[in-house]
């Protein structure tokens, strides 16, 4: 059986990184680009653990795990940038992008993500799917990311839905915990997506 929506979804919230954007892939490439610039080989399970928080944390735990002296914010900047750099290598995952092509026009849809907003934005754009959504919430928009349930529950207040009758479609286990935790819908998509093995093995 495939991803489908609940019958009784009034609004569908999309996570980008990994749900809508096979953007994984390309992450690593930047993490290691940064591992040869700085001499350490990154760990992809620093991934698999932080999907859905900030690139700050991902660079906090970078610097901490491999004995770094750079400043985090200046380990953002190169990730962002070379991200950017590499988006044309960025690909839609199908199983979920078709789900938002046939909803389209008939209920709400938002992405909620942990990337920037320029990430965000840069992603739809390469994957010709900006237009299907009527609200975006980011990094720099909450406070709180997750596993909190910020994100979401601000995606569910743009679209004018009570988050029980919000969908989340997600592949990280802290997005999963923040929809649960706004008490929506949830879709943990994994099962359903061939992934290529070098994150969820």
């Known amino acids: 059986m495939g991803i489908s929506v609940h019958p009784n979804a009034k609004g569908l919230i999309f996570d980008m990184d990994g749900t809508l954007s096979d953007s994984l892939p390309v992450h690593l490439e930047t993490w290691n680009k940064i591992g040869e610039k700085y001499g350490f080989i990154f760990d992809p399970q620093i991934i698999y653990e932080l999907t859905g928080r900030p690139t700050i944390e991902f660079a906090n735990r970078v610097i901490e795990q491999y004995g770094l002296s750079e400043k985090p914010e200046v380990l953002v900047r190169i990730k962002q940038e070379s991200f950017w750099k590499l988006s044309h290598l960025l690909k839609p995952i199908n199983e979920v992008v078709s789900i938002v092509k046939e909803y389209y026009g008939k209920i709400p ?93």
């Open 109 to 201: 849809m938002a992405v909620g993500t942990g990337a920037s907003r320029k990430s965000a934005e840069v992603q739809l754009q390469k994957l010709n799917l900006a237009k299907y959504f009527d609200a975006i919430v980011s990094a720099d928009d909450v406070s709180k990311h997750k596993p909190e349930p910020e994100t979401f529950l601000e995606c569910a207040r743009l679209m004018g839905i009570e988050p029980q009758l919000c969908q989340v479609f997600e592949d990280g286990d802290l997005g999963i915990t923040a929809a649960k935790t706004a008490n929506m819908f949830v879709t943990d998509i994994r099962p359903h997506i061939n992934y290529g093995e070098w994150i969820h093995s």
